[in-house]
T-cell receptor
């Protein structure tokens, strides 16, 4: 069975600084996808970034990058130049197959607070 | 930008009543999902739907729940005989064949 672990219940960062949110995963499948979603206080789930298990390069999307270390089974999210609007819950998730979004398994989330 | 739309945003229902949560997925997407998030907890998979049938469901998705795509655009989740523990945020999501899932804004269900 797949499992996602987010060990940081809460993180604080100063505005304009970078922050890393940790995510480790466990699976026996060779093919899988890793996702990060943002959930603001309003409740919606916003897709941020995706990494496939066979992708050679780390994914990047604007200020978001995913530090994928396959041997360590980690998929940390790095947010550069934090903004006040980045304050939210962040969820790491994985799917069974690279490229697919079937049956996402989510971690418990990390609450990020950006301080002015 | 296309988005997944859910209605209503908040539903209050009495225990034992039936509720239908509605979703309009992104129009060219083929895979549809329902997830649940009990307050303060992680998001849990309920069911996936493809080609007009359930492709997978979790142990949470028992006979109390059903899904339907009645008219080619809407995707509904029906909860029969609601219980207090069904109170949660319910998210609909959709994806194309090899893309990330896009989530709707959620329906907050409160069972009283």
């Amino acid at each position: 069975a797949q499992k996602i672990t987010q060990t940081q219940p809460g993180m604080f960062v100063q505005e304009k600084e970078a922050v890393t949110l940790d995510c480790t995963y466990d699976t026996s499948d060779p093919s899988y996808g890793l996702f990060w979603y943002k959930q603001p206080s309003s409740g919606e789930m916003i897709f941020l970034i995706y990494q496939g298990s066979y992708d050679q390069q780390n994914a990047t999307e604007g200020r978001y990058s995913l530090n994928f270390q396959k041997a360590r089974k980690s998929a940390n999210l790095v947010i550069s130049a934090s903004q006040l609007g980045d304050s939210a819950m962040y969820f790491c998730a994985m799917s069974r197959y690279q490229g697919g979004s079937e049956k996402l398994v989510f971690g418990k989330g990390t609450k990020l607070t950006v301080n002015p | 930008e296309p988005e997944v739309t859910q209605t209503p945003s908040h539903q209050v229902t009495q225990m034992g009543q039936e509720v239908i949560l509605r979703c309009v997925p992104i129009s060219n997407h083929l895979y549809f999902y329902w997830y649940r998030q009990i307050l303060g907890q992680k998001v849990e998979f309920l069911v996936s739907f493809y080609n007009n049938e359930i492709s997978e469901k979790s142990e949470i998705f028992d006979d109390q729940f059903s899904v339907e795509r009645p008219d080619g655009s809407n995707f509904t989740l029906k909860i029969r005989s609601t219980k207090l523990e069904d109170s949660a945020m319910y998210f609909c999501a959709s994806s194309a064949s090899n893309t990330e899932a896009f989530f709707g804004q959620g329906t907050r269900l409160t069972v009283v």
